[in-house]
């Protein structure tokens, strides 16, 4: 079993803590000799696949690495350019590992900011008082897991749909967020969670969680 990651969002729909702890991509590394056999583009500071599938390489995909060096965005480690390297014949054969695309930060604030919104739409459209809103969203790959607070702040964790024993590990995690974030007496409500016992803590719940499947009596 799998937990992917774990968002905070506060009560205006800020994404105020965000932890990944397993990434299920799926990554292809392949050897690749001059020219290349795919059209690449330029998209969202990304070099992604536009044209050509092959091996597991789709399009949409995005460049992570080359020669075992880490790519960011349009450059690798290096301080290349992706795209000017790969132009060059005699930099071949290179061996280029493609996978999808990671979340950036602004994207992770946007779907967090999204995920608040259909949240309250959730409960707007219900036919009676006081729903509780999105509770969970269930996809072929992953489920989506909410609980909201009194105070409205919501805990969400993206894990394996055969995952079990979410629901007592998002109130777990809401006692390690009143224990070691809200007793601090430098956090400040509402704004980011930079908390080292918060971080160490939620590890080890998310590790017990997914080893037993289940976490606690309630599970």
Known sequence: MAIFSVYVVNKAGGLIYQLDNQNPRAETEKTFSYPLDLVLKVHDERVLVSFGQRDGIRVGHAILSINGIDVNGRYTAEGKEVLEHLAIPSNYPLS??????????????????????LFAIGSQLSPEPGSSGIEMLETDTFKLHCYQTLTGIKFMVLSDPRQAGIDSLLRKIYELYSDYALKNPFYSLEMPIRCELFDQNLKSALEVAEKAGTFGPSS
């Open 96 to 117: 280029i590992r493609f996978g999808r695309p990671r979340l950036t930060s602004n994207e992770k604030l946007m779907l967090a900011s999204m995920f608040h919104s």
